[in-house]
């Protein structure tokens, strides 16, 4: 599983990761290399073609860290957008409050429901103590109500007793009363697939899922069957209130595109992943995980992750050090702005510390976060005792370092005025005494 793409995606890193600068055509080519890797592995067009927008347009605007290559950033850009892709955290079960919590299982025949459904139950019975009665009503495929009875004998789990001539409907009232009466905790549905997505089972599906209300309603999909999988995975979306997807045969070669595609088609998490035929073969899905496995490059994204820390502590001390003796120099003014564009913009900060909603106006007023790099430009072209004592800035340097940054000397003012603003908002801030606690919503 995700082989070959692991392999493609490492063949395009390597290329950027030796680099010592990146332009924006470099990141470019390699984002339309990731783009035919995504689509080669099966992963759904629009889902490739979002993910590669998203990725591109962090990669260019990015900071590039001390001590780490633009590519190795990269990297960890790729790594996170996968994460996210896949759906962040490691999504639990719901199981509601007022037993018997309803799970019910839905997907195309041969997806592997009936399987993961005795999975399911076991692994609720053995990890969480929980009493579990599972049902099938499958009344289409001949045996399906004996075949989940054998595997109820195999893991120790109640099953319903099989009625002959009854509707999905009528099975579904029935188990949901005799598991409110044994008692149980969990009550597992296991309802019928067809061979193809059609409109009878879709209202069969609605019909249970409006009597019994599960908790969950888990959709069972191939990973092996690709592009057909996110298909399924759309049509059920659309019809059934999904509240997750279960991915089956992942220990086979798929090439990854369902699982790529699953999140961001039907707006799901995935839940957990079939491992094989044992019954004991179902995981928990760990999107970090598999987008560590996807990338096979764990030590970059970590070593980027503590570069980034490690930046960030080093600037929030600095700051405390020069704040607790009432300094707020250009110097300072920029590495808050540099850390504000890290937290995604002005608005980020939003009411964040108390007296910065002032300028904070101030700069919005004059063009919202485009203006965070402007200021920049601005305080590149000061001389460092212009940094150090903005107070020596009269109208001769002001026009010097508005010609220097491609500004006017009214742009050059309102950022003296934010810089007096933020000055004395942190003087403030020093009274207060909140400095560490503020400082470290900053960092
Ligand atoms: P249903 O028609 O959706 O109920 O599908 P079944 O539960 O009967 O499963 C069909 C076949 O797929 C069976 O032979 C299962 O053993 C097999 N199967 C189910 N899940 C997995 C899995 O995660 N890995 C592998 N290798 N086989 C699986």
Redesign the pocket.
């Given at each position: 599983m995700f082989d070959s793409l692991s392999d493609r995606l490492g063949g395009v890193f390597e290329r950027l990761r030796g680099r010592g600068a990146l332009s924006e055509a470099d990141v470019r080519t390699a984002m339309r290399e990731v783009r035919i890797a995504l689509l080669e592995a099966d992963v759904a067009l629009p889902v490739a073609r979002d993910f590669v927008e998203k990725v591109t347009e962090q990669a260019v605007g990015q900071n590039v860290l001390r001590s780490v290559t633009p590519g190795q950033q990269v990297v960890k850009i790729v790594h996170d957008a996968l994460i996210d892709m896949l759906g962040s955290d490691t999504a639990e079960l719901e199981l509601g409050v007022t037993p018997p919590a309803v799970i019910m299982l839905v997907?195309?025949?041969?997806?592997?429901?009936?399987?993961?459904t005795a999975k399911l139950a076991r692994l609720l019975a053995k990890s969480q103590g929980k009493k579990v009665m599972m049902a099938s009503l499958?009344v289409n495929?001949p045996a399906?109500q004996e075949?989940l009875a054998v595997l109820g004998t195999q893991t120790d789990t109640v099953t319903l007793p099989i009625v002959a001539g009854q509707t999905p409907v009528e099975i579904a009232r029935r188990a949901l009363s005799s598991a409110k009466l044994q008692g149980f905790d969990v009550l597992m549905l296991?309802t019928a697939?067809r061979l193809h997505v059609d409109q009878a089972l879709m209202d069969e599906m609605k019909a249970v899922a409006d009597i019994a209300t599960p908790a969950e309603i888990l959709l069972?999909v191939d990973s092996l069957t690709g592009q057909d999988a996110v298909n399924v995975a759309s049509s059920f979306s659309e019809q059934v209130p999904l509240t997750g997807v279960i991915l089956?045969?992942?220990?086979?070669d798929a090439r990854g595109g369902a699982a790529l595609s699953m999140r961001a088609v039907t707006g799901k998490p995935i839940k957990f992943?079939?491992?094989?035929?044992k019954l004991d073969?179902?995981e928990p899905f760990h999107p970090k995980r598999v987008a560590g496995r996807i990338l096979g490059m764990g030590d970059v994204v970590s070593l980027v992750e503590r570069a980034a820390e490690s930046i960030q502590e080093e600037d929030a001390e600095r700051m405390a050090s020069r704040l607790a003796k009432g300094q707020f120099d250009m110097n300072d003014l920029r590495s808050q702005l540099a850390q504000m564009r890290r937290m995604g913009g002005i608005g980020a900060l939003a009411g964040m510390i108390p007296g910065m909603k002032k300028a904070q106006a101030a700069a919005e007023n004059a063009g919202g976060d485009k203006v965070l790099l402007r200021f920049d430009a601005m305080i590149t072209s000061m001389t460092p005792k212009e940094r150090a004592k903005p107070e020596l800035l009269n109208a001769k340097r002001k026009i010097r370092v508005a010609k220097g940054s491609g500004t006017t000397v009214q742009d050059v003012n309102k950022l003296l005025k934010m810089h007096q603003e933020m000055a004395t908002a942190m003087k403030r801030l020093r009274k207060m005494g909140g400095l560490k606690g503020v400082l470290g919503m900053l960092g």
């Open positions: 997907g195309l025949q041969g997806s592997g429901k009936t399987t993961t499958d495929r399906a075949q296991d697939g069972v089956t045969r992942m220990d086979g992943a079939g491992m094989g035929e073969a179902i």
